[in-house]
């Protein structure tokens, strides 16, 4: 079947721009994450939903950092005034959990360069 | 909180050898997963193999293999018969049963020589 896949997968936007980043889980996948990855380091996990419920938030790193899954399915990260330090790649991932294994499978990621 | 270290940024592998990766975990829960995912230069996270803190047995699959020490906390990778195509970065990872966020350590790049 399809994977996870991410939209758009390039963005370039301007210091002080707005952003929405699009995921598309994998059908019938309950669980959804989005990461951080910066440049050389491994990915930062930033949020996670179960169907539409957000349980953790945890790791958005301010309040201009906004994910919505509102039907349980396609979820989006709004970035808000954007700056240069969230330069990164936003990868999303996807679980049956609670199915039968913990294994997440991710998308292609988008790169977003604030300039 | 959990932990994953990685201490090799970089290696190299004659093409057709075996290569293993290190991994060392720190947690205190007694339930877990830890996972390996091959990261080539189109960015894209592919997962490769899955042990559970549980299975008694090391995991494979395919040429991958996972070394899995419970005592040692470690976790290594073992891939076997090398191709040009593993040359990619590898990164450990794990997460509790009970919370479901995956914490990755900072990735070994893998070089396959011809």
């Known amino acids: 079947g399809a994977g996870v896949s991410q939209s758009p997968r390039y963005k370039v936007a301007k210091r002080g721009q707005d952003v929405a980043l699009r995921c598309d889980p994998i059908?019938?996948?309950?669980?959804l994450f989005w990461y951080q990855q910066a440049l050389g380091q491994g990915p930062e996990f930033l949020t996670y939903f179960q169907n539409e419920a957000q349980l953790d938030k945890s790791g958005l790193p301010s309040d201009r950092f906004f994910a919505e899954r509102p039907e349980g399915s396609v979820s989006t990260l709004k970035i808000q005034r954007t700056q240069q330090e969230d330069s990164a790649v936003y990868l999303c991932?996807?679980?049956?959990?609670?199915?039968?294994?913990?294994?997440?499978?991710f998308g292609p990621g988008t790169r977003l360069t604030v300039t | 909180a959990q932990k994953i270290t990685q201490t090799q940024p970089g290696m190299f592998v004659q093409e057709k050898e075996a290569v293993t990766l290190d991994c060392t975990y720190d947690?205190?829960?007694?339930?877990?997963?830890l996972f390996w995912y091959k990261q080539p230069s189109s960015g894209e996270m592919i997962f490769l193999i899955y042990q559970g803190s549980y299975d008694e047995q090391n995991a494979t699959e395919g040429r991958y293999s996972l070394n899995f020490q419970k005592a040692r906390k470690s976790a290594n990778l073992v891939i076997s018969a090398s191709q040009l195509g593993d040359s990619a970065m590898y990164f450990c990872a794990m997460s509790l049963v009970r919370y479901q966020k995956v914490t990755f350590g900072i990735g070994t790049k893998l070089q396959v020589i011809p």
């Open positions: 059908s019938g996948h309950v669980s």
């Open positions: 947690t205190s829960d007694q339930s877990y997963g």
């Open positions: 991932a996807s679980s049956d959990y609670p199915g039968q294994t913990l294994e997440q499978y």
